[in-house]
């Protein structure tokens, strides 16, 4: 198949929902030849940040000269952003290639009255494939829903793992405590392996270390009074850890300076691991990564920042960043997000800091809360809000009605965030024509 049929395949695939198990992809990927198996991994679990250590690491391993290949789910602008080796995406040939070599494994499945493996089975397998024939020294992965059960567990040769702090997400698939989501994040860690933590509450932590134990894997946590000097900015921010001085970072968002110290004392474990990395690598890796839709600025006037906080953690995280960069400054939301999520909650935490908030319905996913029904609810705590009939009409209004030093926060769902920025270019730039 070509690229266009290929992407249709892929699409239509989306009927088979999302399972966790990994019976399919045993039988998927032993039909395929197992590529996984020819591969190095870091394996990255948790409940927020992953994207962005992800980042970090394998912007970092690229300065240090390896060929790293990079897996994330979802992403904002093109589908061949999930799968890049060097920062560089998937091209349409090879994904039209593997996708035919993975419709033929499926077809074999299906004559033998297996279950259909989900999309995010069939990208996983995708990607494999692919960075089986790149050839890459190693490969950042983060898993895609939990850990233990999640298609990216198949893998059996990760060199470490990283877990991000976990809170409370996804409780319908993965579980109602702390301690049951945390089982489900530790499933990645595999024997005598070696795992870097973010700090994690009491019950989380303990979780982990029992699950290391039973591995035999050694297990490090980021103690974040190790972590000083901390310049906030929403253009530039930096921090010192151990003896790494004045660590320079180009993403903002308070919550960044944990994720990149993390990346960086998982680069310190790498070395011990034997990974040549210099201070340097290090130093121009954290300088170079550019994550968007993590409180990424999209414009200076005014200010415009997208950011993918859907879950209460993450919402924390946005309200203590808006706190911290914007004290005395009016605030307008343009705000999406899927009904199983903890809205209710991120709405309590977010919404009281907003002058006024337009909402929207995410676009093409069944999973999308309609905006008349997420108005209703942001009206309970704020009642400055109104809902829009569609992306394009949110920001146009919102960008209307702003003030030149009013800040305009883009937040949820990631699946909206890629059609958010192209309307306020749109818009940005008719403006431009009227000057």
């Known amino acids: 198949m070509n690229y266009e049929e290929a992407r249709v395949y ?23 030849g197992n590529p996984q198996d020819s591969l190095k991994f870091i394996h990255i679990s948790g409940t927020n940040g992953k994207g962005s250590v992800l980042a970090y690491l394998s912007t970092i391993l690229t300065e240090a000269g390896y060929r790293v290949g990079r897996y994330i789910s979802p992403t904002l ?10 920062g560089e995406r998937i091209g349409k040939e ?35 494939l692919y960075f089986q024939e790149k050839k890459c020294d190693l490969v950042v992965l983060e898993t895609g829903l939990g850990g233990a059960l999640d298609a990216t567990n198949i893998i059996k040769t990760p060199v470490m793992e990283v877990i991000t702090p976990i809170s409370m997400d996804h409780m319908a698939f993965l579980g109602d405590t702390l301690e049951e989501i945390a089982a489900q994040k530790a499933g990645i860690i595999k024997p005598y392996t070696k795992v870097v933590s973010g700090p994690q509450k009491a019950g989380a932590r303990k979780v982990l270390e029992e699950r290391a134990k039973e591995q035999g894997a050694s297990m490090e946590f ?10 906030y900015g929403y253009e530039k921010q930096s921090f010192t850890w151990r003896d790494f001085d004045q660590v ?36 121009e890796g954290f300088r170079k990564t550019h ?31 808006l706190k911290l960069y914007f004290p005395h400054r009016h605030i307008r939301y343009i705000f999406g997000i899927f009904q199983d999520k903890d809205y209710k909650q991120v709405i309590q935490i977010t919404a009281p800091l907003a002058d006024h ?3 929207v319905q995410t676009p093409d996913n069944p999973r999308a809360l309609p ?20 992306i394009e009409q949110a920001v146009e209004k919102t960008l209307e009605e702003a003030k030149p030093e009013d800040v305009v926060i883009i937040f949820g769902s990631l699946s909206f965030l890629g059609e958010a920025e192209r309307n306020v270019k749109k818009w940005k730039e008719k403006q431009d024509g009227l000057q």
């Open 10 to 32: 892929l699409e239509e695939a989306s009927k088979y929902g999302s399972v966790l198990g990994l019976e399919n992809m045993r039988h998927l990927m032993d039909r395929l």
């Open 77 to 86: 602008f093109s589908y061949r952003e999930r799968i890049q080796v060097n």
């Open 94 to 128: 090879a994904l039209a290639k593997h996708v035919t070599a993975i419709a033929e494994a499926i077809k074999d499945m299906e004559e033998h009255h297996l279950t259909n493996p989900t999309p995010f089975e069939i990208e996983t397998a995708l990607s494999f």
């Open 222 to 231: 980021l103690d974040m009074e190790e972590v000083k000097d901390i310049h």
């Open 248 to 283: 320079e970072i180009s993403l903002a968002g308070s919550y960044q300076i944990l994720n990149a110290a993390l990346a960086l004392q998982s680069v310190t474990m790498l070395q011990e691991l034997g990974y040549s990395v210099s201070r340097e690598n290090i130093y």
């Open 291 to 321: 994550w968007r839709g993590r409180f990424t600025l999209i414009s200076k006037e005014p200010v415009v920042i997208m950011d993918g906080a859907h879950n209460p953690g993450a919402a924390r995280e946005l309200e203590h960043s």
């Open 357 to 359: 908030i337009i909402t």
């Open 371 to 390: 905006a008349e029904e997420l108005k209703e609810a942001v009206a309970c705590v704020n009642p400055s809000v109104e809902a829009a009939k569609s």
